[in-house]
């Protein structure tokens, strides 16, 4: 290898190693939970935050014409292992929406109410938290486990 | 009966392929051709077996055999038989034995191959097949198995395969069904293509393993594999864009690519499997890269099993979800084995995969093509620090930190504008040394033709910078591409003295990969012109109107005319569908029908957009909610992307470029020697 090939190289590698850097610097949010972005308050106000709960169904509403979506999350862990030792992703969503202790923060989204939008499922949204304690997403992302009582099919023979 | 049945075929064909890889092992060391037979049979006989089984589970989905919890999981009474037979691929077990039913296939397509010239490599490519199949298998076999049903014992239901102590069947009445976003005839093929190829890179990968494995590390294995690697590559571009195209159709957010795990976990393997097809060019021609082409399909097929498991492990959108699998550890645990193991054998042979050849100018077409190398993996670089990204954070600042889309825009926007630009000089510049000089007489015609239509649209269209960039560079491909096509047909023209166009079909019939590649590359250039137009120009709104009121965007004016909802109870599905007048500056253009589905048996709706596509704009418009008594306000989410449809006309073009390529000679050992003696006959054009 020629020299003008190793710098040539080294600078390409270089400017590759400043795009992944100042992207990540630009774009990072911290991922939470809700207990966790609750403890951390009011300190992260006003910052971009990724955070993910357990929808409560009772509590979404929408207006179309402001496209203004309303609901409240409760609080479920996000870590795998503890998912697992707590009987799977299903259960965790289903024991946080009828556990009536759990922290609950209540989300403002403006957009077209999602297909996957329901009780027990678990959102992913990125935004800010305002100093009143409503979060306001800029992005909502669903997820839809296989409903925790459904996990098993319910018994509709008696034998 | 018809169960245990299927499972035991699944069972026997399980051994049969640990039998084929330990035979064909044994063999070697034997030096018993006899035992390389039997092994080879034994891979044979895989396919029929997997086939049975996937037949008999095709069978239990088609007939509602709701006690199969996999049948449960993926059919509904109300499906239509097409989505019941479908849903073989709509769930993780299901998939991955049509995984291994492919991979049977192909490595059998494989096996049947003359081998005379090449038959040190049979055993090896049988013995990685075979570890790959066995893998998959395993996983099915013991993990996530199909045909696992319900049982009552005691009045609770229980999942099991075999009926245990005092327990009678448990049959639910209806099955859940696959979920309605999945019902689509886009979502019908397209993982189906992903898998295509995905399978398909196994076998490149197999023969590359064979030549470490044996140390005839020339170009034969890349030549046989030539043909695989290409379709891969097809199937797999292919499963990528009617991915993007259910996501639009379907998703209902007005775009096609969101940059989340799943997408990128396809991505990846495109990025190195793209690099890999053209650093061999430059192994075959001029000898250099062995190393690197090892190190490339090795990659991929790592990306290819990493992908295999992170599309269909039911991760959405949770960085953290992709463990969230019983077989999570064992698929990490195989990609980590299987790297180390071909790690170490590249490493091994280090020495022997040297090139044959040194890289002396920086301007030489496989200098280019080296660069061209470089910005894909460095695109799979930022794809991946983007996907592991949480994971290093939290290790080292105990914080979980994530990156959304506009990290890998930012990121990865320079490297794709960088390609475009390769894309247009490289074909420009000769093997062995160019200098800017050739280099620049040979494109200035293009750079000038680019800048003029980049300064008309500077004053018509676009006074954005990234915009005008990229247009320029995306004309820049266009022009270069088509002159190049130009230039060769003219050279033969004047050499063989045909006319123009027998010239030019001729030139491309001769040199089918070649001009192949250049239709593709004038493909990727169309799409890149959807990508510009959707990412820069954008324009949406929305609101709420009563009947005869309009929206206004841009150009056009959207008249909400009625609304009707019904419900077709065979389908399981209620329908509400507003009617639109659409005007574009006072000119009535048609209706649109934008809708919102309620699947009962899932409980779900799904919006389905009215859409209404030019080769100037897309009018896309979503059905957001309405009025249930009166029947007179609705409310409408309108996009207008402009250009989004080259997005689509450049993968058709694609499909025609790569086919013309792929498309198989009559024989193709023949051809190849052919290739190579007009190569040397006619480098000093190429």
Same mark, same amino acid.
Do not use: C, D
């Given at each position: 290898m020629k020299p003008k090939f190793l710098i040539g190289g080294g600078m390409i590698l270089a400017a590759v190693f400043y795009l992944i850097f100042s992207a990540t610097t630009a774009s990072a949010e911290r991922f939470m939970t809700v207990d966790e972005m609750l403890a951390e308050t009011p300190e992260i106000v006003g910052d971009s935050l990724r955070i993910t709960g357990a929808v409560i169904g009772d509590t979404i509403q929408y207006d179309p014409d402001t496209l203004t979506l309303t609901f409240e999350i409760a609080h479920a862990p996000a870590d795998f292992k503890e998912i697992e030792e707590q009987g799977g992703l299903a259960k965790v969503l289903y024991d946080a929406v009828h556990d009536p202790t759990r922290a609950r923060v209540k989300v403002i989204y403006i957009g077209v109410k999602p297909d996957l939008l329901r009780t027990e499922a678990q959102a992913i949204m990125t935004g800010t938290l305002d100093e009143n304690g409503v979060f306001h997403a800029t992005e909502l992302l669903l997820k839809c486990p296989t409903r925790y009582e459904q996990a098993l099919p319910e018994q509709t023979t008696q034998p | 009966m018809i169960v245990e049945f299927g499972y035991g075929v699944l069972v026997l064909s399980f051994l049969v392929t640990v039998y084929s890889g330990v035979a064909a092992v044994y063999g070697v060391r034997k030096k018993s051709a006899s035992w390389v037979e039997s092994?080879?049979?034994?891979?044979?006989?895989? @396919?029929?077996?997997? $086939?049975? $089984?996937?037949?008999?589970?095709?069978?239990? %989905?088609? !007939?509602?055999?709701? &006690?199969?919890? @996999?049948?449960?999981?993926?059919?509904?009474? $109300?499906?239509?038989?097409?989505?019941? #037979?479908?849903?073989?691929?709509?769930?993780q077990a299901g998939s991955m034995l049509f995984w291994s039913w492919l991979l049977s296939m192909f490595t059998s397509l494989v096996t049947l191959r003359k081998w005379d010239r090449d038959i040190e490599f049979l055993p090896w490519v049988i013995l990685v097949s075979a570890v790959t199949l066995t893998f998959f298998l395993g996983m099915i076999v013991f993990f996530e198995n199909p045909f696992s049903r319900f049982w009552l014992v005691n009045g609770n239901v229980v999942e099991s395969m075999f009926q245990p102590v005092a327990a009678t069947i448990f049959r639910p009445e209806d099955g859940r069904g696959l979920n309605p976003l999945?019902?689509? =005839?886009?979502?019908?093929?397209? =993982? =189906?293509? %992903?898998?295509?190829?995905?399978?398909s890179y196994v076998i490149p990968y197999a023969f590359a393993m064979a030549a470490l494995i044996t140390g005839r590390t020339d170009d034969r294995w890349i030549r046989i594999t030539r043909r695989w690697s290409l379709w891969a590559w097809l199937f797999l571009s292919f499963g990528l864009v009617l991915g993007g195209r259910w996501a639009y159709d379907v998703l209902g957010w007005g775009g096609y690519w969101g940059w989340d795990p799943v997408e990128i976990a396809a991505f990846m393997p495109w990025l190195t499997g793209t690099a890999f097809l053209h650093s061999v060019? #430059?192994? &075959?021609?001029?000898?250099?890269?062995?190393?690197?082409?090892?190190?490339?399909?090795?990659?991929?097929?790592?990306?290819?099993?990493?992908?295999? @498991? %992170?599309?269909?492990?039911?991760?959405?959108?949770?960085?953290? $979800?992709?463990? !969230?699998?019983?077989?999570?550890?064992?698929?990490?645990?195989?990609?980590? %084995?299987t790297l180390v193991v071909s790690v170490w054998l590249v490493i091994k042979r280090w020495n022997e995969l040297r090139s044959e050849t040194e890289m002396k100018s920086m301007l030489s077409r496989e200098a280019l093509f080296l660069l061209n190398n470089l910005l894909f993996i460095s695109i799979l670089v930022v794809c991946f620090w983007g996907v592991i990204y949480p994971l290093i954070s939290e290790l080292v600042s105990g914080q979980k930190v994530t990156v959304g889309p506009p990290y890998y825009e930012r990121a990865t926007g320079p490297l794709f504008a960088g390609l475009l630009f390769l894309m247009a000089i490289a074909p420009f510049s000769a093997w062995g040394h160019s200098t800017l000089q050739t280099l620049g007489r040979a494109v200035w015609k293009s750079i000038l033709a680019s800048l003029v239509l980049t300064f008309i649209l500077f004053f018509t269209y676009t006074q954005n910078l990234y915009a005008l960039i990229?247009?320029?560079?995306?004309?820049?491909?266009?022009?270069?591409?088509?002159? &190049?096509?130009?230039?060769?047909?003219?050279?033969?023209?004047?050499?063989?003295? &045909?006319?123009?166009?027998?010239a030019l079909s001729n030139l491309m019939m001769r040199n089918r990969r070649r001009y192949g590649g250049y239709i593709i590359h004038i493909s990727m250039a169309l799409m890149a012109i959807g990508i510009l137009g959707i990412e820069l120009f954008q324009k949406e709104t929305q609101g709420t109107v009563a009947q005869g009121e309009s929206l206004i965007v841009g150009e056009y004016r959207v008249e909400y005319r009625e609304l009707a909802s019904w419900g077709v109870q065979s389908d399981g599905v209620n329908y509400t569908r507003a009617v639109l007048d659409i005007y574009e500056n006072g000119i009535y253009l048609g209706q649109l029908y934008p809708r919102i589905d309620y699947f009962y048996d899932a409980e779900q709706t799904m919006t389905i957009p009215g859409q209404r596509s030019t080769f100037r704009d897309d009018l896309y418009i979503l059905l957001v909610d309405w009025q249930p008594v009166s029947n007179s306000g609705a409310t409408f989410k309108i996009y207008v992307n402009p250009l989004v449809n080259w997005m689509w006309i450049g993968s058709l073009v694609f499909l025609v470029g790569i086919i013309f390529a792929a498309w198989p000679d009559k024989d193709p050992e023949a051809v190849s020697a052919r290739v190579k003696k007009s190569v040397s006959q006619t480098s000093a054009a190429d």
């Open positions: - | 092994a080879r049979r034994a891979q044979l006989l895989t @396919f029929p077996l997997i $086939s049975i $089984s996937s037949l008999v589970l095709i069978y239990l %989905l088609v !007939n509602n055999h709701f &006690e199969v919890s @996999f049948a449960y999981e993926v059919t509904s009474l $109300s499906m239509p038989a097409y989505l019941k #037979i479908t849903a073989w691929w709509g769930g999945l019902r689509h =005839p886009g979502m019908v093929i397209h =993982p =189906p293509m %992903l898998y295509l190829g995905f399978v060019m #430059i192994q &075959e021609k001029r000898g250099m890269l062995k190393q690197w082409n090892m190190v490339l399909i090795i990659l991929t097929y790592s990306l290819v099993i990493f992908g295999t @498991f %992170l599309t269909r492990s039911g991760v959405l959108s949770s960085v953290h $979800s992709f463990a !969230n699998s019983p077989i999570g550890p064992f698929f990490m645990g195989f990609v980590t %084995l990229g247009f320029f560079l995306v004309a820049l491909a266009l022009f270069a591409t088509t002159h &190049e096509f130009y230039r060769g047909a003219l050279a033969r023209q004047k050499t063989q003295n &045909e006319n123009f166009f027998t």
